[in-house]
């Protein structure tokens, strides 16, 4: 601190012009992420608005752009997100139970929480290889909708169980301490006090774990879902595309006039991303306001 | 009883993990069979397609490392400005309004971003560059550097924000002026925190996949010109799994060699990253 040894105010009026010159560097700093984001949902809803009438919700895909259309992608997409959510869910939330609620200070826990926090951090292709090695073909479950609804519940299993156990830590003490007293047993407080009151939080996070799953590409590619698929799911083991694997075949087209196609199916799933998140918030709000301790 | 089924679900993670290392492993072993550990990991031709087939891995590194240090070169000082604002100058208000539009940043789905740097990013850049090819790195790692950008801030805003306001107040009552207290007195406080925030983000970078698939190109090569057609290690992985390669052969091995050494990067740099979390968690506590 060498501002330390001058006398008090010396070099005020620089220093000061620092500040102030700093504090508009960081100001800068943070409104270029909010001015990307703008451009950038600009740039889709330009090239895309004019390519979202009601044939590309029914349409499926085209070799033709003015034909292609996301029934095949939206309807694997809802395939693949209704699965997962049935698998990742129970699993998901379970976990959280016992690390937050069951759970002591041995080293195995300790080992688990190190590999939970890594796990999360783990490239979602290699999920993918995962994928591909135990589901499609030591399980011989093929490239279905089954398949994919795994893998993507083994990838979002980390952040649904984190996000559960910070709602369930949120939970004050004396609610469990409460439900003892009055002669509880361990699972019927858990089961009747804790989750009731943890599940605004455990619902927000599953949410938004869930919407990372439908944006997700790279498994789905790696355990094969197809790129150019006529034909609606009707069973967890029928083949299947989804939307993020459709934008990414159009967008990996030479022609130009794909490139707007990209653009509709990117706004359909940013719509339904976003709808999803306004969820997440409203949730979270309304317990916020509903719920004081 | 339930408390040996929810610690089944505990385990699972566990077991995920496990499952990661044996695939990988297994399949890796076989490659090794028949191309050495050392011409892999040290070779500087990467053509496992076509004759003559060569696996020296570099190319594919060092694509790799192109995206990442250009994603750092944007995502280091803007993550650290924003988190910074947000934890030193933002008031209230404007921090809730701004920590959304940052979730709402890092919630776009990373092809989405590809699609972006393809469309709007490289004909940009080709404004500045003519040179500039079609598929090159510079895009590529600048959308990952937005990409990750919401990740470094919000790391970088806990951390900052878990330096305790005392600290702060001794700076004041020292004369020292906002930015001074921010940079000299907060931001070394926090300092293994915002490392953390680096490290974790990074790692990230390394396992993008859409976004460099769509922008970087498929071309392994070692070059320092980031307007030039690169490949990354995870790029590689998505061209061999597009085309139809039969269990077995050599094309389908490099998948799980290339699989395995990323997971290795990646993993040691999270559990560097969460080890420096957890330490600096406990400073303050």
Redesign the interface.
């Known amino acids: 601190?060498t501002?330390?040894t001058a006398p008090?105010?010396r070099n005020l009026p620089i220093?000061?012009r620092?500040?102030g010159l700093?504090?508009a560097?960081?100001?800068?700093?943070?409104f270029?992420?909010?001015v990307?984001?703008a451009?950038?949902l600009a740039?889709?809803i330009q090239?895309g608005i004019p390519w979202l009438t009601g044939s590309f919700f029914t349409n499926f895909p085209s070799r033709f752009p003015d034909q292609a259309g996301i029934r095949a992608a939206l309807w694997g997409t809802i395939w693949l997100i209704g699965l997962t959510a049935l698998f990742s869910i129970?699993?998901?939330v379970?976990?959280a139970?016992?690390?937050e609620e069951?759970?002591g200070r041995s080293w195995f826990n300790t080992?688990?929480e190190?590999?939970?926090?890594?796990?999360a951090?783990?490239?979602?292709?290699?999920?993918?290889?995962?994928g591909?090695?135990?589901f499609v073909?030591w399980m011989a479950l093929g490239r279905s909708v089954l398949a994919g609804a795994l893998t993507m519940s083994?990838l979002i299993?980390?952040v649904t169980?984190i996000a559960s156990r910070e709602a369930l830590r949120a939970v004050p003490n004396s609610i469990r301490l409460a439900a003892f007293a009055l002669g509880a047993t361990k699972?019927q407080t858990i089961r009747a006090h804790v989750l009731p009151a943890a599940l605004p939080g455990i619902m927000t996070g599953i949410i938004?774990a869930l919407?990372?799953a439908?944006?997700?590409?790279?498994p789905l590619?790696?355990i094969?879902a197809l790129t150019f698929v006529a034909f609606t799911p009707a069973g967890p083991m029928d083949e299947f595309t989804a939307l993020?694997i459709q934008?990414?075949n159009w967008?990996?087209r030479p022609q130009r006039e794909f490139?707007g196609v990209?653009?509709a199916g990117?706004l359909v799933?940013?719509g339904v991303?976003?709808t999803m998140?306004a969820a997440a918030?409203w949730i979270r709000h309304r317990s916020q306001r509903s719920m004081r301790w | 009883m339930i408390q040996a089924v929810l610690f089944l679900c505990a385990l699972l993670s566990v077991v995920t993990t496990a499952g990661i290392i044996w695939v990988l492993a297994r399949e890796t072993l076989n490659f090794f069979r028949q191309v050495s550990a050392v011409s892999f990991l040290t070779g500087m031709r990467w053509t496992p397609l076509f004759q003559p087939s060569s696996f020296g891995v570099l190319p594919l590194v060092g694509g790799t490392l192109m995206i990442v240090v250009g994603a750092a070169l944007v995502a280091v000082p803007l993550g650290l400005g924003t988190g910074i604002f947000l934890s030193e100058y933002a008031s209230d208000r404007l921090r809730g309004i701004l920590k959304p539009v940052l979730e709402i940043l890092a919630g776009i789905p990373t092809v989405v971003y590809g699609y972006f740097a393809l469309t709007f990013v490289t004909p940009q850049l080709g404004r500045l560059f003519p040179s500039i090819q079609v598929f090159n790195a510079a895009s590529a790692s600048i959308v990952v550097g937005v990409m990750i950008l919401p990740m470094i801030a919000s790391l970088c805003d806990d951390a900052l924000r878990a330096v305790p306001q005392a600290l702060r107040h001794a700076g004041y009552a020292l004369g020292a002026t906002r930015f001074e207290v921010s940079t000299r007195v907060v931001l070394p406080g926090a300092f293994s925190g915002v490392l953390a925030s680096f490290v974790l983000a990074l790692s990230r970078a390394i396992g993008e996949t859409m976004a460099v698939t769509l922008a970087a190109g498929a071309t392994p090569r070692l070059t320092v010109n980031p307007l030039e057609s690169i490949q990354t290690m995870t790029a590689y992985i998505v061209q061999v799994s597009l085309g139809d390669t039969p269990a077995g052969s050599m094309a389908y091995l490099t998948v799980y060699a290339v699989g395995m050494l990323l997971f290795m990067i990646t993993l040691a740099m999270n559990l560097v990253g969460n080890r420096i979390l957890r330490h600096f968690q406990e400073v303050y506590e």
């Open positions: 601190m501002s330390a008090l105010g220093r000061r620092l500040g700093f504090h560097v960081f100001l800068i700093a943070t270029t992420g909010v990307l984001l451009v950038l740039e889709v090239n129970p699993v998901g379970g976990a139970i016992y690390l069951y759970a080992l688990i190190i590999n939970i926090a890594n796990l951090g783990t490239p979602s292709i290699v999920y993918g290889i995962l591909l090695a135990i073909r083994l299993l980390p169980i699972w938004l919407s990372r439908i944006g997700e590409t790279a590619i790696m094969g993020p934008i990414f967008a990996s490139y990209a653009a990117i799933l940013l991303l976003l998140n918030i």
